[in-house]
């Protein structure tokens, strides 16, 4: 087994979330964003879950991450078939959770030094 230390200096990480927030790098975030280790993407779609398009998608197919973490409010809710096959055909993981877990596991990928994104969408 190889131990080995990991830093987070220099990327962004969630410092706290709650059901209508999250803190990133010590500001607080009341509607959706996208964070990725070097950069944070705020208001990435004005939609919800119910009403999220094709072109929202896309914005997340363009990062040119290795997986996606989709963070769905308060309660794990997929969104429509069509709009994760886009994620299979590019090769890009698509992990579709509830918002608090997204943020959990935002963190520990990011740490490893994953191409790993996460957006979020608020209830």
């Not at 072109?55 to 997929?78: C, H, N, P, V, Y």
Request: with cysteine.
């Amino acid at each position: 087994m190889k131990l080995h230390t990991s830093t987070t200096d220099g990327i962004n990480l969630f410092s706290a979330y709650g059901d209508d927030f999250v803190t990133i790098n010590q500001e607080k975030y009341f509607e959706n964003v996208v964070l990725l280790p070097d950069a944070i993407v705020p208001a990435w779609t004005s939609t919800t879950l119910a009403t999220l398009t094709e072109a929202d998608m896309e914005k997340l197919l363009a990062l040119k991450t290795e997986i996606i973490l989709l963070g769905t409010g308060k309660r794990l809710r997929f969104p429509a078939g069509n709009l994760l096959r886009p994620f299979a055909t590019a090769g890009i993981g698509l992990d579709v959770m509830d918002l608090k877990a997204a943020c959990r596991t935002y963190n520990i990928l990011a740490a490893e030094g994953r191409k790993v994104a996460a957006a979020l969408l608020f209830d």
